[in-house]
């Protein structure tokens, strides 16, 4: 419980409801999953908000904008301390590969062996690993984080590319 008391977390994270059109029950519970998850335990530093004498714990509101992640950062006292674009072109094909991969792993829960479904669970827990480390490489020299709150994030990242 400690742990929550550190300044450099997320205390807070939204998703910009007018980005995502639609979502199914298997990706709202992601979605659900991953903000607890997130808000219980994670470590968050933005380098220019603290640079610029913000301090956490972050409130952060992601949203997608013209093609672009837009993470705008919140400190602990609600001042808004900046806004971290990351371009979304570079995650296109792991998203997709992991949409495919969760389908195909959502689909054999309901008629595959135990060996089927354990086989394209290591399979998609890669590709989310995969996609976590080139999420840290994107965030470098903007967000010092742990592997476990980027992959997470990356989750937020899937539920945000969901069109209808």
């Keep these: 419980m400690t742990e929550n008391l550190h300044p450099d977390r997320i205390a807070r994270i939204e ?27 994670n470590s968050f530093r933005p380098l220019r908000a603290a640079e610029n004498g913000h301090k ?35 995650f296109r094909r792991v998203v997709r ?35 976590t480390r080139q999420l840290l490489e994107a965030l470098e020299g903007k967000v010092e984080t742990d592997f476990d709150t980027a992959r997470r994030l990356f989750t937020l990242i899937c539920v945000l590319h969901i069109k209808a």
């Design 97 to 131: 590969e992991y949409f495919a991969i969760c389908d195909s792993y959502y689909k054999a829960l309901r008629k595959a062996s135990a060996r089927e479904i354990e086989t394209l669970d290591m399979a998609r827990r890669g590709i989310h690993d995969r996609a």
């Design 15 to 41: 998703l910009d409801e007018a980005t995502i059109l639609r979502r199914s029950e298997t990706v709202e519970s992601e979605r659900r999953a991953a903000l607890r998850d997130l808000e219980s335990d």
């Design 56 to 90: 956490g714990p972050w409130a952060l509101h992601l949203a997608v904008i013209d093609g672009r992640l837009a993470i705008t950062v919140h400190d602990g006292q609600g001042k808004e301390a900046g806004t971290i674009g990351l371009g979304l072109a570079r």
